[in-house]
T-cell receptor, first 115, second 113 residues
């Protein structure tokens, strides 16, 4: 029973264009959402997060959008750069649902940015 | 550069061995975590320490024994592991257990013979 789903295993984008990575969740108790980037042989690197009281958070080239009614979030990367090529994980937590600290991860989307 | 340091990076051990994985952070974080990640799967939470006290144990077998000697260190003691325990073990820390992101180390790749 997957509570966090990333339905696209891979995504290929041209350098300079927008990358949009999508994530769906099923648990309505989730109130904190994060995106991580992972290179091979390294641990996940935190990118950006959003709490359920917001619908958008922006940090440089990265923007996360949250649609609570649809239980959907997305990560936009603009403009995409070849160094962004990595696996991107969506994660969620129910901080006030008794699961403090328990991040539930999606299976990841492999982003390839082509020069 | 990761601010969460895990040692060793790789570990091969037999099923009767006893070994320990170590994790260190100097960011002043008060929550620390152990995750297990199998190949082509997402990380799964094992333990959470909050202010040096074990706050979550996700039904992990007793052959895995966590220890938090102080606020900067987290150990995972291993004994009598099974081949299916072979995985990447990730340590993470956060400021506390609230709305702050967890920061991960690069992991220890564990192989059980």
């Amino acid at each position: 029973d997957q509570q966090v789903k990333q339905n696209s295993p891979s995504l290929s984008v041209q350098e300079g264009r927008i990358s949009i990575l999508n994530c769906d969740y099923t648990n309505s108790m989730f109130d904190y959402f994060l995106w991580y980037k992972k290179y091979p042989a390294e641990g996940p690197t935190f990118l950006i997060s959003i709490s359920s009281i917001k619908d958008k958070n922006e940090d440089g080239r990265f923007t996360v959008f949250l649609n609570k009614s649809a239980k959907h979030l997305s990560l936009h990367i603009v403009p995409s750069q070849p160094g962004d090529s990595a696996v991107y994980f969506c994660a969620a937590s129910a901080l006030y649902g008794g699961s403090q600290g328990n991040l539930i991860f999606g299976k990841g989307t492999k982003l390839s940015v082509k020069p | 550069d990761t601010e969460v340091t895990q040692t060793p990076k790789h570990l091969v051990m037999g099923m009767t061995n006893k070994k320990s994985l170590k994790c260190e952070q100097h960011m002043g974080h008060r929550a620390m975590y152990w995750y297990k990640q199998k190949a082509k799967k997402p990380p799964e939470l094992m333990f959470v320490y909050s202010y040096e006290k074990l706050s979550i144990n996700e039904s992990v077998p007793s052959r895995f024994s966590p220890e938090c000697p102080n606020s900067s260190l987290l150990n995972l003691h291993l004994h009598a592991l099974q081949p299916e325990d072979s995985a990447l073990y990730l340590c993470a820390s956060s400021q506390d257990g609230g709305y702050q992101p967890q920061h991960f180390g690069d992991g220890t790749r564990l192989s059980i013979l």
